[in-house]
């Protein structure tokens, strides 16, 4: 019966994603689309398979850059929410900001950013990367040490517990949920942000400045090659954060908090 | 006559031919006639939400046939020989209260019109001729519900079927709503299938009381009850009514009617 | 409150400038603190004196003018993204909704697909610009801005869209069953209004996106007169005029948040009759 049940979850899926590059290969073939427009995925993967380690640098120092800022940006951001949760006029003062920068293509400052540090250094990337994982993070996780049942709070007062106790205690506890959807968030946002940094100049060596430069020599099949591992880099980035999750709290996956939207 | 429900030898299993097959209900048998208030009372389990909704047509029954207004039960739905209300009372949060009642006009293709006039008409049979304007999550259960049962007989369907309505509300609006609901269906001489948990409810608001066994559900007792059409605060404290309570809840617990107490003098 | 924050930025700004390091610094070895001298961070009035100035010495019209015109311009791609990506979102959503083999085919795909960059197909997308012809009609720049600005607000709206749908308690269905309804009766008169509490924070997500997928277009290549080119084009003038950028910069800021408040507002008003909890 279980079996039967993963067969109608998995089967489904594998379908339409093989029904749906047979369709590709097919539709190139027949309609002879130009390469520069789709290349058949049969090219795709070769180029993909021949450039393997060109790609794996390129994917180190994008995968890098999304990495140090995704930790830097978590600690940064848990630390400020400590002091959003426990002083309320910070935490009004800089949730309207940081919800109103989730609207915004903050991912533009890197041009700034460009400017202050030397053309080569990859510190701008990875700055920008910790400044959008540290907004998600701080959102959810002051929500998260916020958002705690009135039953428990009162039930902790009349043990008269001392603020610091009921952090440590209740607050935090509450919080690990919040933090681990933030995570969710902020990985694939981290390598997102890491790769479109690249496409403001400075350092040509992440995957992103690897995409553009070969559709400037019109090898676009390789194009996609880098795609496809840009996309299986963000891939890896979430089923890590899904991975800790289990690792850290195996009893309970999926939790409350959604972004700061 | 027609019968308003006539349930010939029904049998419903579910995931049939499946290991995980379930007997809800076995050999059912029973009529009811028009104007009669019935009641389906048993344990949990005992498939008599899954009677309510055979009739509703919104199951099929394995074996057996299911007739309503003296049509096949599928014919009934389309027709929309009835009318349904559940626990939750199920308002659309978006429509204020007039709309909701209309919802069911409006699935009829009724002009704008007339559909307004018929539900401020039952509003005003229910009692809430105020809050046509309002939302539903201004009212509260009892009223909720209240609207409930004016959309359910928005269309004036011979026949109310109603799956533990007051089960969600405080004791006090229970009793309250059950008054209203027999005035109302006095006045609309609705014949009501009523699906409960509750045996004083049961009979309180009934001419007979259907007891149903633990599952596979099978009917074990029919139970006549005579407190008269006319039912109030006296009845709930009349000895009548208390022996009509034990003789149902014997039912329930398998005592056969030949072997039940003879009838005790309450205080 | 929000001008409160706005201030309370510049004044952290300002202090970094008056305590900071002129020529950059070290943490612990790492070369990460900015320099604080006036060419690589200048003044926030002097940010905003700059709109008041020409764009080029010696060209007409203030800045301001300029970065109004490109960030029009990018609002309108947004717009226009937004809108095709939402439909065909909604119109997937229903597909998926109608037929359950869609949804348990595709649902995985469009769930994965949020945790990738697929704004890395953003400067293939923009080569199309000018080089590709179907059957006489030739695929201007502008179009790919909007084409990846729709990819990428489809997929939340998709996900969004089809939980709302499938959101309905089993009973309200039991009800328009018992009404003989129709499925597509069903479809307008239950499912949509019950998935507008769903929708709400899905086309939020998808302005962002669309907003996103337009600047970043217009960065990877030469899709000119849209803020994302200016930004670019300002930062190379950044050593003789380092205020300009930043002109830019508030301008992209802007267009988000106009897409925000628009959504919002459409928010308000499919959700104007329901209860405050409802949301979220």
């Known amino acids: 019966m279980r079996s039967r049940s993963l067969v109608r979850l998995v089967l489904p899926p594998v379908v339409f994603g093989l029904a749906f590059l047979v369709l590709w290969e097919g539709a190139v073939k027949v309609f002879d689309l130009k390469p520069y427009f789709l290349p058949p995925p049969s090219s795709i ?89 540290q907004f998600i993070v701080l959102v959810n996780v002051t929500r998260g040490l916020r958002d705690i049942d009135q039953t428990h709070l009162e039930l902790m007062r009349s043990f008269a517990a001392s603020e610091v106790t009921i952090l440590r205690k209740v607050r935090v506890p509450n919080a690990m949920p919040y933090l681990f959807t933030a995570l969710r968030i902020a990985a694939p946002a981290a390598v997102i942000t890491a790769f479109v940094s690249e496409y403001f100049g400075g350092s040509q060596n992440g995957l992103g400045s690897r995409i553009v430069g070969n559709i400037a020599i019109s090898a676009n099949a390789a194009a996609w090659a880098y795609v496809l591992a840009a996309c299986l880099l963000g891939l890896s980035f979430f089923l890590t954060a899904v991975a800790l999750e289990l690792v850290v709290s195996p009893g309970g996956v999926g939790s409350p908090a959604r972004d700061g939207a | 006559m027609t019968k308003a429900v006539e349930i010939r030898s029904v049998s419903k299993v579910f995931n049939l031919g499946r290991p995980n097959a379930v007997e809800a209900l076995v050999d059912v048998d029973l009529v009811i006639e028009p104007g009669e208030f019935v009641s389906l009372i048993g344990p949990s389990g005992c498939g008599k939400s899954t009677q309510l909704r055979l009739i509703a047509n919104l199951l099929e029954p394995t074996t057996g046939e299911v007739l309503v207004n003296g049509k096949p039960a599928h014919r009934a739905r389309l027709d929309q020989d009835y009318g349904m209300a559940f626990q939750q009372a199920g308002l659309f949060e978006w429509r204020n209260v007039a709309r909701n009642i209309e919802l069911p006009l409006e699935l009829k293709g009724w002009g704008k019109d007339r559909r307004r006039a018929r539900a401020l008409e039952m509003l005003a049979l229910v009692k809430l001729p105020e809050f046509a304007s309002h939302y539903p999550w201004q009212l509260s259960g009892g009223m909720q519900q209240r609207v409930a049962i004016a959309r359910a007989l928005a269309a004036h369907p011979p026949l109310l079927l109603m799956d533990e309505p007051f089960g969600a509300l405080d004791e006090m609006t229970r009793e309250h709503m059950q008054d209203e609901l027999l005035r109302i269906c006095g006045e609309t001489s609705t014949t009501v299938v009523f699906v409960t948990h509750s045996i004083p409810e049961a009979v309180y608001l009934s001419t007979k009381v259907v007891v149903m066994s633990p599952r596979p559900g099978r009917i074990i007792d029919v139970v006549d009850v005579d407190l008269g059409a006319r039912r109030g605060v006296e009845t709930r404290e009349a000895t009548a009514f208390f022996r009509k309570v034990t003789e149902v809840r014997e039912a329930l617990r398998g005592i056969p009617a030949a072997h039940r107490e003879p009838a005790v003098e309450a205080e | 409150m929000f001008g409160l924050s706005l201030a309370l930025v510049a004044i952290l700004w300002e202090l970094y400038k008056w305590l900071g390091p002129e020529d950059g610094g070290t943490v612990m070895g790492w070369r990460i603190l900015p320099r604080a001298e006036d060419r690589a961070m200048p003044h926030v009035w002097d940010m905003l004196r700059r709109y008041a100035e020409p764009e080029r010495p010696g060209s007409s019209g203030t800045i301001l003018a300029v970065v109004a015109r490109g960030a029009w311009l990018s609002l309108r791609l947004a717009l226009a993204g937004f809108v095709m990506g ?195």
């Not at chain 1, 929410?81 to 800089?94: D, T």
């Not at chain 1, 915004?104 to 053309?119: D, Q």
């Not at chain 3, 869609?102 to 997308?125: C, H, M, N």
């Open chain 3, 86 to 280: 939402a439909t065909v979102g909604l119109a997937l959503a229903v597909v998926m909704a109608r037929f359950r083999v869609v949804e348990r085919g595709l649902l995985p795909y469009l769930v994965v697909s949020q945790t990738v960059p697929l704004i890395a197909l953003a400067p293939l997308v923009v080569s199309w610009g000018g080089r590709l012809q179907v059957g006489g009609f030739e695929w201007p720049r502008w179009l790919s801005a909007a084409v990846l600005g729709a990819f990428l607000a489809f997929f939340p709206v998709a996900v969004g869209t089809l939980k709302g749908l499938t959101s309905v308690p089993r009973s309200s269905l039991e009800l328009m069953d018992s009404y003989a309804a129709s499925w597509g009766q069903t479809l307008f008169k239950l499912r949509f209004p019950a998935a507008v509490p769903y929708m709400a924070p899905a086309l939020r997500l998808a302005a962002t996106a669309s907003v996103i997928g337009v600047v970043v277009a217009e960065i990877s290549t030469g899709l000119s007169g849209g803020v994302g080119r200016l930004i670019i084009e300002y930062a190379r003038a950044a050593t003789s005029d380092p205020a300009k950028v930043y002109t830019a910069v508030f301008g992209a800021a802007a267009l988000g948040l106009l897409m925000a408040g628009m959504v919002s507002v459409i928010d308000a008003v499919m959700m104007r009759n329901r209860p405050r909890e409802a949301l979220e």
């Open chain 1, 45 to 133: 993967w070769t180029r993909f398979r021949e450039n393997l380690g060109l790609i794996w640098e390129a994917a180190s120092v994008s995968g890098t850059n999304a990495l140090v800022g995704l930790v830097v940006g978590t600690v940064i951001g848990v630390a400020l929410s400590f002091v959003l949760a426990r002083f309320r006029v910070v935490n009004e003062l800089v949730t309207p900001l940081a919800i109103a920068l989730n609207a915004v293509p903050i991912f533009v400052l890197v041009a700034v950013l460009n400017n202050m540090f030397s053309i080569t250094s990859e510190v701008p990337r990875r700055l920008m990367v910790s400044i959008v994982v």
